[in-house]
C-alpha cells in the first residue's frame, strides 16, 4: 500500500514537472513577432527625415481578409524598397472578416503590438476610438505624414475626427455613393423601356407590371430586408443616417435637427408603395428573410434590385452577374461621414513606434511601386503593363488563377497611384476625382455620433429594429398598422433619448466646427 | 394473429426507413447541389435531379485552392495527436481519483468539478495561452486550449474504472508482483476498452468539428482547420450582408465562394469522420452504460 501511495506521488510530481518545463520551454520559444531579426543593409538610402539613421523597424498592418498564395514574394519586393526607404520591413497580416470584431478585440485587451489597422465607419471605427484602442495622430500626420495631407480634401480628412481629434487616415477613392435600380439591360431593350422617365421610385410600377405579365418566372423587383430601397435609397440618399441607432438628417433642407425617419412621410410614402408591389406580386415573397440575391440578375430570374453606386459601378456589377446591366439614378452623389470614411488605416495603441507606422503610411499616399505591389502583385509575374497606366493578367493567368488575386483596392492608400485594369474604365481615377467634386456634401460631413451615453437604449432599439424593420420596408405587413406600432416599441426602448443624445453631439459639432 | 404481427413489423419498418430518410436525405441534398451546375442552381434552386451535373467546385477545390487540402492535413494531424493524448491524459488523472486508496482524491476530483462550472472568460483565457504561455498561431494552440482535458470525460472515465476495476482486482496484481505501471497499463486500460473507446470518439469528434481555436488563435492561412474555412464562409457572408452603411458591400460579395463551392466544402468535411463511426461503433454500445451512474 505504502509503495503504491510513493509511486503515485512520484507520477504527480513527475507530472508537475513536465507541465512547468512545458510551460516555460513554450514562453521562451515564442518572442513577439516585431523582435524578429532582420537582415538589412547598413547603407540606408537618405529618408525624407534624413538627420539620424533609423533602427530597423518592423510596421505590422492588420487588414480583414486573406494572405493570398504568393503573399510572401510580394512582401519580400516591398521589403526591399521599405528598407532602402526608411529601414523598415513590412508585415501584413490578416484577419476573417467574420472573425474581425472577436479577434480584433482580443489583441487589443493583450495588448498585442501591432502598428497600424483597418477600420471604417460601417465597421466600429467610433466605437473603437471609444474603447481608446487608437492613438490620436494629428501631430503625426503633421510631423510624418504630409503626402496623406497633401492629397485629400481637408473636409473629407476631418470626416474621421472624433471629438475633434484625427485617429485614422482615409483612403483616396471614391467618397461618395449614388442610390437606385439596377436593371437587366436585355429586358430593358426587349420591352423598349425608356428609362429617361424614371425620376421616382414609383415610376417604376408600370415596367414591373409589364415583366409580371410577360415574364413567368422572373421577379419583377427582388429585395432583401438590407438592400429594401428604403434601405438602400433612403438611408443613403434621402437621409444622412448619422452613424448607429436611430435620428437622422434630411438631405434636403437646412439646420442641424435630428429627426426620426420612421416618423417622415417619405418613409411611409416607400413603405406603402412596397406593400403595393409586394401584394401585386411584384415583390419576391421571401424579401423580409432573404439574405443574399446571389446571381439572379445574371441567370434571369430578376429584373430589378435597388444599387449604391460610384464611377464605373454599372461596369463591374455587369461583369460580377454576367449580364448587362443599367442603373437608374434616384438619389444623386451625396457624401455623408459614413461614405467619407469607408476605409480607413488607424494607428494602434499598442504600436512600439508610431513614427515609422506614420512614415510607412506616408509612402502609400506617395509611392506608386510600394502601392502598387502591395495592391497588385509584382510586375511581370502578376500583371503586365499594357500601355501608360493599364495592365492586365500576365500571360496565361486569369482572375481565378493568379496567386494574387486584386482584393485590397479600395482600402488602402493613394488609390490614384495604382494602375488602372484592363477590364475597367481607363479614366476611372479621373472620374473618381470628378465624381468626388460633384457630390453633394452632406451638412453634417464630419460628424461622428458617439453611441458610449446611450448604449442600452440603442441595443433595445435595434432588437425592436430587427422585429419590425425587415416585414415594414420589404411589403410583408401593412406599414398603416406596423409603422405607428413600430414607432410605440422603438419609443419604449428608449427613441427620445436616443434622438435627444444625438442632437446634442450634433449642436456641440456646429460650434467647433 | 400471424398475419397482424406480420402487419406490425411492415409498420415499423416503414416507419424506420422514413427515419432513415429523414436523416439521409439532407445530407444527399447537400451533395447533390455541390455537383449542381452553378447557373441551374440560381435558376432552379435545389433539387435531388439537377438537370445539370457539373464538377467544378470540386475541380476547384482540390486545384485551385491551396488552403482547403492544407486545412485537411491539419485537421487530421491535429485530430490524431490531439485524441491520442487527450486519452492519454484522461486516464492518467481518472486512473488515480478513481483508486479507494489514493489520498487526495477528493480534492482532485473537486478541483477538476470546479473547471466544469466555472472558467476564467475569454480575455484572460486568451491572454494566458498568448502572453503567457506563448502558443498562439501554433499547432499546439489548435490542440491544447479547452480541448485536451475534459472534465466531464474524466468523471465519466472514472466512474468506469470504478465499477469494472474492485480493489480486490488491483490487489490480486500487486500480491502477483505487479508495479503501478504494469497495473495500469496492462490490466486497467486492457479492461476499459469500451469507455476508452466512447471518450476517444468523444475526443476525435472534438477535435474534428473545432473551429474556435482557429478563429481566436490561428492568423496563418496554412494552419486553419477545415471546420474553420467552413465557419469562416458563413461568417464571413453573415458580417458582409448585416454591416449597416457598407458602402463596399459588392466589393466584398464577390469573394465569398459560390453555393456549390460552399455545399462541397461541406461534403469534403464530413467525409471522413463519418468513416470513424463503424469503428467505434461496437465499443459505443458496450458503453451505453457508461456515466449511466454516477458517484
Known amino acids: 500500500m505504502k509503495r503504491a501511495r510513493q509511486s503515485i506521488k512520484f507520477l504527480l510530481l513527475v507530472f508537475v514537472m513536465i507541465s512547468l518545463i512545458a510551460g516555460c520551454s513554450n514562453s521562451t520559444g515564442n518572442a513577439p513577432v516585431t523582435e524578429k531579426p ?11 527625415e534624413p538627420e539620424k539613421k533609423l533602427d530597423p523597424y518592423e510596421v505590422v498592418l492588420v487588414m480583414p481578409g486573406g494572405p493570398q498564395k504568393d503573399h510572401d514574394l510580394v512582401m519580400a519586393e516591398i521589403n526591399k524598397i521599405l528598407t532602402e526607404k526608411i529601414n523598415a520591413t513590412l508585415d501584413l497580416q490578416f484577419v476573417d472578416w467574420g472573425a474581425w470584431g472577436e479577434k480584433t478585440n482580443l489583441m487589443f485587451a493583450s495588448s498585442q503590438a501591432f502598428d497600424l489597422i483597418f477600420s471604417a465607419g460601417w465597421f466600429g471605427y467610433t466605437q473603437s476610438v471609444g474603447k481608446g484602442n487608437f492613438l490620436a495622430i494629428d501631430e503625426l500626420v503633421e510631423k510624418y505624414g504630409q503626402e496623406f495631407l497633401n492629397t485629400i480634401d481637408p473636409e473629407i480628412v476631418s470626416a474621421a475626427k472624433v471629438n475633434g481629434k484625427l485617429y485614422a487616415m482615409v483612403a483616396n477613392k471614391e ?16 420591352y423598349n423601356f425608356d428609362l429617361s422617365k424614371i425620376k ?10 409589364i415583366i409580371k405579365e410577360n415574364e413567368p418566372g422572373m421577379v419583377p423587383f427582388m429585395n432583401t430586408g438590407g438592400s429594401s430601397p428604403s434601405a438602400s435609397i433612403l438611408d443613403y440618399g434621402y437621409y444622412d443616417i448619422l452613424g448607429d441607432g436611430p435620428g437622422e438628417l434630411l438631405r434636403h433642407g437646412e439646420g442641424l435637427t435630428v429627426i426620426n425617419k420612421i416618423e417622415d412621410p417619405k418613409y411611409m410614402e416607400y413603405a406603402k408603395l412596397m406593400r403595393k408591389w409586394y401584394l401585386a406580386g411584384y415583390v419576391n415573397q421571401d424579401a423580409a428573410t432573404l439574405q443574399d440575391i446571389g446571381k439572379s440578375l445574371g441567370t434571369g430570374k430578376t429584373f430589378a434590385t435597388t444599387g449604391s453606386y460610384k464611377p464605373g459601378s454599372a461596369l463591374e456589377n455587369s461583369r460580377g452577374q454576367g449580364t448587362e446591366l443599367v442603373e437608374v439614378q434616384l438619389a444623386t452623389p451625396f457624401t455623408s461621414t459614413t ?9 494602434s495603441r499598442t504600436s512600439k513606434d508610431p513614427e515609422r507606422a506614420m512614415m510607412f503610411m506616408n509612402l502609400l499616399y506617395s509611392d506608386a511601386k510600394i502601392l502598387n505591389l502591395i495592391l497588385n502583385g509584382i510586375e511581370g509575374k502578376h500583371y503586365v503593363v499594357k500601355e501608360g497606366n493599364i495592365i492586365d493578367f500576365a500571360p496565361g493567368l486569369d482572375s481565378a488563377t493568379t496567386g494574387y488575386p486584386v482584393t485590397m483596392n479600395w482600402m488602402i492608400g493613394n488609390l490614384p497611384l495604382t494602375h488602372v485594369w484592363a477590364n475597367e474604365d481607363p479614366n476611372k481615377w479621373q472620374s473618381y476625382i470628378d465624381y468626388n467634386k460633384s457630390a453633394e456634401k452632406s451638412r453634417a460631413l464630419g460628424f461622428t455620433f458617439n453611441t458610449e451615453p446611450v448604449k442600452n437604449e440603442i441595443a433595445a432599439a435595434s432588437n425592436v429594429e430587427k422585429e419590425f424593420k425587415y416585414v415594414i420596408v420589404s411589403g410583408s405587413v401593412d406599414p398603416e398598422e406596423y409603422i405607428p406600432k413600430y414607432i410605440a416599441k422603438l419609443k419604449t426602448a428608449g427613441l427620445d433619448k436616443i434622438i435627444a443624445e444625438k442632437q446634442k453631439q450634433m449642436d456641440e459639432w456646429a460650434k467647433t466646427r | 394473429m400471424k398475419t397482424n404481427l406480420f402487419n406490425m413489423q411492415w409498420l415499423l419498418h416503414l416507419i424506420f426507413i422514413m427515419y432513415i430518410a429523414v436523416t439521409l436525405v439532407p445530407l444527399l441534398l447537400v451533395f447533390m447541389v455541390s455537383i449542381t451546375d452553378e ?3 440560381t435558376l432552379k434552386g435545389y433539387s435531388l435531379f439537377p438537370e445539370k451535373l457539373s464538377f467544378t467546385s470540386y475541380n476547384y477545390l482540390f486545384n485551385d485552392s491551396f488552403v482547403i487540402l492544407n486545412a485537411y492535413g491539419v485537421t487530421i494531424a491535429v485530430t490524431v495527436i490531439g485524441t491520442l493524448v487527450g486519452l492519454l491524459l484522461t486516464a492518467l488523472f481518472a486512473y488515480p481519483i478513481s483508486r479507494k486508496d489514493f489520498p487526495f482524491r477528493k480534492w482532485l476530483t473537486l478541483y477538476i468539478f470546479i473547471t466544469l462550472l466555472f472558467n476564467g472568460g475569454l480575455v484572460p483565457w486568451y491572454l494566458v495561452y498568448t502572453n503567457l504561455l506563448g502558443i498562439n498561431n501554433s499547432l499546439v494552440s489548435l490542440i491544447v486550449p479547452g480541448l485536451l482535458l475534459n472534465a466531464f470525460n474524466i468523471i465519466i472515465m472514472r466512474t468506469f474504472f470504478t465499477t469494472t476495476s474492485p480493489p480486490a482486482l488491483i490487489e490480486c496484481a500487486q500480491i502477483d508482483g505487479a508495479g503501478e505501471f504494469r497495473i495500469f497499463f496492462q490490466i486497467i486500460l486492457r479492461l476499459s476498452l469500451p469507455v476508452m473507446a466512447t471518450i476517444g470518439l468523444f475526443y476525435t469528434l472534438a477535435y474534428w468539428n473545432s473551429w474556435f481555436n482557429s478563429l481566436i488563435f490561428i492568423s496563418d492561412r496554412e494552419k486553419y482547420t477545415l471546420q474553420y474555412l467552413l465557419n469562416k464562409i458563413l461568417l464571413d457572408i453573415n458580417f458582409i450582408l448585416n454591416s449597416p452603411g457598407n458602402t463596399s458591400q ?41 456515466g449511466a451512474v454516477k458517484g
Open chain 1, 38 to 48: 532582420k537582415e538589412n543593409t547598413a547603407t540606408a538610402e537618405p529618408t525624407p
Open chain 1, 175 to 190: 467618397f461618395a455613393a449614388d442610390k437606385g435600380l439596377t436593371l437587366r439591360k436585355e429586358t430593358v431593350d426587349k
Open chain 1, 200 to 209: 421616382e421610385l414609383a415610376d417604376m410600377e408600370p415596367l414591373f407590371k
Open chain 1, 339 to 347: 461614405d467619407a470614411t469607408s476605409a480607413l488605416i488607424a494607428v
Open chain 2, 39 to 41: 447557373r441551374t442552381l
Open chain 2, 250 to 290: 459588392s466589393r466584398l460579395l464577390s469573394l465569398v465562394p459560390t453555393e456549390t463551392v460552399r455545399m462541397a466544402m461541406a461534403v469534403i468535411g464530413t467525409g471522413p469522420i463519418i468513416l470513424a463511426y463503424p469503428f467505434f461503433q461496437k465499443y459505443i454500445i458496450q458503453g451505453m452504460t457508461i
